[in-house]
């Protein structure tokens, strides 16, 4: 077995701190970063997650990767500890469900594959058939097809392709999870598993391009699964595409003070900060003023990195989610806008949480755009 | 210590429409998920808990076809030790006098010291494998165990019984304990694991391998016949809150305040 040092190439690290100077959950659990790395090196060496469970609350935001002046990949390390530990079975009963549901369902709800495209019944979503060549494939990805709260975001963006007029289908019901939060639980084989499905129903279709709802598959589908289509992108992008092309127009106007939270998958992982932002600046009615710490620097909702399915154990401080939520309060804002599901859900939680109840609304961004259709 | 654990592959119908199937011999099985029999799960971590604790062998066996396979391999990648899969077309349509006798006949010439198993299959909802397993073992046996301590050639068990009552017994070893869900918390079986068990041995027997003649066996070994299906009856006064998620709790709110719940 290869030591933690070598399999993820610590030597590099100078301990300087700028990953836990960074890390958004440190301010509010005691993942410590620069420690972990440390012990990694010096030892002794944890055997898993479940020797530290900090390791947990790493919400794969990236920014320690990012900050890291010597090219050491701490996110990695902090991943391959989750792994050590699903390798021993070793992992809360909530990590557990959502990886046999992935496994047995496609999704990580717990929810039956033939209930995927329910949220779509009263709509007109084509569907690929057998061998249908898709130029362009909606993935809808499962938290828009089932949570309640998400399918309206699926239900905004048909209302938006249609709008545009734009020929576009979807796998249905033979849409299974794209593996971005589960390569993050750290099970690299049950992602591997997916990948394998997932780029062979791509190829069956003949895909030119694919538009995810959520910028967690964009980011996988993207970069991590050798090439699936000619572009894959978020539908942030490809509305601002649209917009650009004067194939969409928002006709109407919507009176509200608007300010934008980046997903980290966007924005940290993908560098996509501008076309978010393009949209809701196209908005007549819309003021729009930026949150103090956006962009590289935004503050991570928490949801991501299989945070959607396990509590950080070792919380000390504020949800983060409720640290945004009054910080666009603060700001003046009556809209807090994303462009993600799990912030979605997260920021929408927060507001009940943090006491901002009727001081704030957590829109998507696709939502936001329909209303000015 | 040797624990001998009998589990099954059943269909995952927490989700689904059940269908009786248009022969009327069960439900319609397409689209199913299949997976391991819930409580025989909660069994089978009871047994690695204990093979942790104390060493010695695990063994699981199943009676059922090939697809079952991927429950054995899925309990070697948790931990268990030996897979065995009582495979004939001679088992087929066996009831669970059959199934037992089958197991019995299976288990009879193993070394073991314990034998566990789910307290109820989620398919058929029979609870008599178990029981009769063990009556044929010659073997005493606890039911719907959820809690269970090994002792010096005995284990003390608390059954749950009716109103929330727990009954604790001491019976002795060697026997047959079936498994309540709750009791622990079952682990998770790694794809890479299960992989890796897909490499291993699973011990396939047929009836010939047991000394079991065919009459014995299966359809012909039963001791009871499907006479058929039916959806239950329609009863009254539930009532479907419709509306959107935010609606529908509005309204359910209201209901369990009306009722005087809240």
Known sequence: MPSLADKYELLGCIQCGRCTAGCPVSLRTYLNVRKVVYDGLIGPAPKGA????????????ATCTERCPKGVKPMELLIGL??????????????????????????????????????????????????????????????????????????ALVRLYEAAGVGYSTLGAAESCCGNEVKRMGEEGLFELLVEGNREAFASHSIDAVVTSSPH?????????????????????????????????????????????DPCFLGKHNAIFDEPRSVIERISGVEFEDLDRSRERALCCEGGGGRMWVEAEDERGERLADTRVKDAVEL?????????????????????????????????????????? | MNIVVCVKQVPDTAEAD?????????????????????????????????????????????????????????????????????????????????????????????????????????????????????????????????????????????????????????IKLPAVVTIQTGINEPRY???????????????????????????????????????????PPAGEGAEILDGTPAEASTKLADVLKEKGFA
């Not at chain 1, 084509?126 to 097809?145: E, H, K, Q």
């Open chain 1, 82 to 155: 989750r792994g050590s530990s699903i390798e021993r079975g070793k992992v809360s009963p909530t990590i557990r469900d959502a990886l046999e549901s992935t496994f047995k369902h496609g999704n990580p709800w717990g929810r039956g594959r033939e209930k995927r495209t329910e949220w779509a019944d009263e709509l007109d979503v084509p569907v690929a058939g057998d061998g249908d060549a898709v130029p362009l494939l909606w993935y809808v990805g499962c938290t828009p097809a089932y949570d309640p709260r998400c399918q309206d975001v699926a239900r």
């Open chain 2, 18 to 170: 059940v269908r009786i199937a248009s022969d009327g011999s069960g439900i319609e099985m397409e689209g199913l998920p299949l997976q391991i029999n819930e409580s025989d799960n909660y069994a089978l971590e009871e047994a690695l808990l204990i093979k942790e604790d104390r060493d010695g062998e695990v063994t699981v066996i199943t009676l059922g076809p090939d697809s079952s396979e991927e429950v054995l391999r899925m309990c070697m990648a948790k931990g268990a030790t030996e897979a065995v899969r009582l495979a004939d077309p001679a088992f087929d349509g066996g009831d669970a006098w059959a199934t037992a006798n089958a197991l019995a006949k299976a288990i009879g010439g193993m070394e073991y010291d314990l034998v566990l198993t789910g307290c109820m299959a989620s398919d058929d909802g029979m609870t008599q494998v178990g029981v009769t397993l063990a009556e044929m073992l010659g073997v005493p046996h606890a039911t719907y165990v959820t809690e269970m301590e090994i002792g010096d050639g005995a284990v003390t068990v608390g059954r749950e019984l009716e109103g929330g009552l727990l009954e604790k017994l001491e």
């Open chain 1, 217 to 261: 598959c964009m980011n996988t589908l993207l970069n991590e699964y050798g090439g699936v289509a000619d572009e894959v992108v978020h539908y942030s992008q490809y509305l601002a595409g649209l917009l650009d092309e004067g194939k969409l127009a928002f006709k109407g106007s919507v009176e509200r003070k608007v300010t934008y939270h």
């Open chain 1, 332 to 373: 003046g804002a009556d809209t807090l806008v994303t462009a993600c599901p799990f912030c979605l859900l997260t920021l929408e939680d927060a507001v009940k949480t943090s006491g901002c109840e009727g001081k704030i609304e957590i829109l998507d961004l696709a939502e936001l755009a329909a209303m000015a259709l």
């Open chain 2, 189 to 231: 079986a790694s794809i890479m694991g299960i992989a890796k068990a897909a490499k291993r041995d699973i011990d396939t027997k047929a009836a010939s391998d047991l000394g079991l003649d065919t009459a014995e066996a299966g359809k012909a070994g039963s001791k009871t016949t499907l006479l058929g299906l039916d959806y």
């Open chain 1, 50 to 61: 479940h020797e530290r469970p900090e390791a947990w609350s790493c919400t794969t935001c």
